[in-house]
């Protein structure tokens, strides 16, 4: 497995309930996308930047997923021109809510 973070500094002025609401909006566009196993939305402390982790079956479908189309839809959707992606292998989670451990 492959996680993907993406963090992004939003503009000056974003209440937490307007980032809620914009990730409430696009959370419905990530059902059923091929390869990606689950979405997660993130918001700082301070509400000045938000992130989004993706958790794929294998990096090469993060990096068919993630094109110029892609790109500039979350731009948008943040109102961000700054964005950062961090990639990660996954060799194992533990997942403590069916207490077994899967392999990546």
Do not use: N
């Amino acid at each position: 497995m492959f996680i993907v973070i993406w963090k992004y500094d939003v503009m000056e002025g974003k209440s937490r309930q307007d980032l809620i609401d914009a990730a409430k909006a696009d959370a419905q566009d990530y059902l059923g996308v091929p390869g990606l196993i689950q979405k997660a939305y993130g918001i700082s402390p301070d509400h000045k930047s938000v992130s989004e982790i993706y958790l794929w079956k294998t990096k090469g479908d993060a990096d068919r997923f993630f094109d110029r189309e892609w790109d500039g839809a979350a731009g948008r959707r943040w109102e961000s021109a700054l964005m950062t992606r961090q990639d990660l292998e996954v060799p194992v989670i533990a997942d403590s809510e069916s207490k077994r451990l899967v392999s990546g």
